[in-house]
């Protein structure tokens, strides 16, 4: 019995040092009000865009799905007691939506300080323009949106662009041929293409905050990109029913829970003293490195003149 207890203690000391060592993350801690100010959060970013609005910020919802957007919104402005909470409606698979939300927003809204990129997938299809899913929401939706409210951004004292990237950017590359021909960075519709395509859009986030950076030196704007950490309650959103049977349990113990996959998010919008890291690479609420293609200043210069041409500009 003793050596049975010794073994129970053993594996759970194990699971605990793994948890709190590379699962759980770190919590960002900060004081900082935004009474005032308006946040762009894109996607249902909840848990970030809760904190915002506890704040004081306005906050701006802007995703696709209208009943959980305002569902979500009803969730904020009851448990942040901030009023200041609404959604409008952004569908990053139409560059068409796109350019309708930037308009909509530059007539109805005076300011912008925050402007969170945050919504991704991993899914397979074309968009309503024909690119791939994962390069045309996850790269060129948020790439259009932020150039679009660029402008206004700079109005403000201080504002920041915080682009949601993931550690898989450092299985990405960027195909030019690939993307000319088949306005994609893969060449099927497997789910194995869909995951080495979310891996590419993850590196074309990195390329673009690290571009976008070099563009905005000498202005009022920062930006930065981060991973937020594999969430419990997202991992398991595409898979079928028996991989959900045999992999959800294992991600509840491990994996982050919202409040812990959007810490690194919120310590890149408000963490005071970041603005000579603009540019960089952010995990666990601390300065982290991206992969060599994520360092090449040639190609993220290269990946912004494509998608300004794709995206018409």
Request: include cysteine; charged fraction near 20%.
């Amino acid at each position: 019995m003793s050596v049975l207890l010794s073994v129970l203690v053993g594996v759970l000391a194990a699971y605990l040092l793994i948890y709190y060592i590379l699962f759980k993350g770190a919590r960002f801690k900060s004081n900082v009000t935004l009474k005032g100010k308006t946040a762009i959060v894109t996607g249902i970013g909840k848990t970030t865009a809760l904190d915002l609005a506890k704040r004081g910020a306005r906050v701006i919802l802007a995703c696709r799905n209208k009943q959980k957007a305002e569902a979500a919104v009803y969730d904020i402005r009851k448990e942040s007691g901030n009023p200041e909470v609404l959604y409008m409606h952004l569908d990053l698979a139409s560059l068409k939506s796109v350019r309708g939300f930037a308009e909509t927003f530059l007539k109805s809204e005076p300011r912008l300080d925050l402007l969170i990129n945050n919504a991704g997938l991993i899914a397979s299809g074309r968009t309503e323009d024909g690119f791939g899913m994962a390069f045309g929401v996850n790269h060129l939706g948020h790439f259009l949106l932020t150039l679009l409210l660029l402008d206004r951004l700079k109005q403000a004292e201080h504002s920041r662009v915080v682009n949601v990237s993931a550690l898989l950017h450092r299985l990405g590359s960027v195909d030019f041929n690939l993307l000319n021909t088949q306005k994609d960075l893969v060449t099927g519709q497997s789910s194995w293409h869909a995951f080495r395509a979310y891996c590419h859009s993850k590196l074309c986030n990195v390329l673009f905050t690290r571009e976008l950076a070099n563009r905005l030196e000498g202005t009022s704007v920062t930006c930065y990109c981060l991973h937020p950490g594999v969430i419990a309650t997202e991992i398991g959103r595409n898979m079928g029913a028996l991989q959900k049977l045999l992999f959800l349990p294992m991600s509840k113990l491990f994996f982050l829970d919202p409040e812990g996959g959007a810490q690194t998010t919120l310590y890149c919008a408000l963490q005071e003293g970041l603005e000579p890291l603009s540019g960089r690479y952010f995990s666990s609420c601390a300065l982290q490195n991206v992969s060599a293609h994520g360092r090449d200043d040639a190609l993220a210069k290269k990946l912004w003149e494509v998608s300004e041409r794709l995206c018409g500009l």
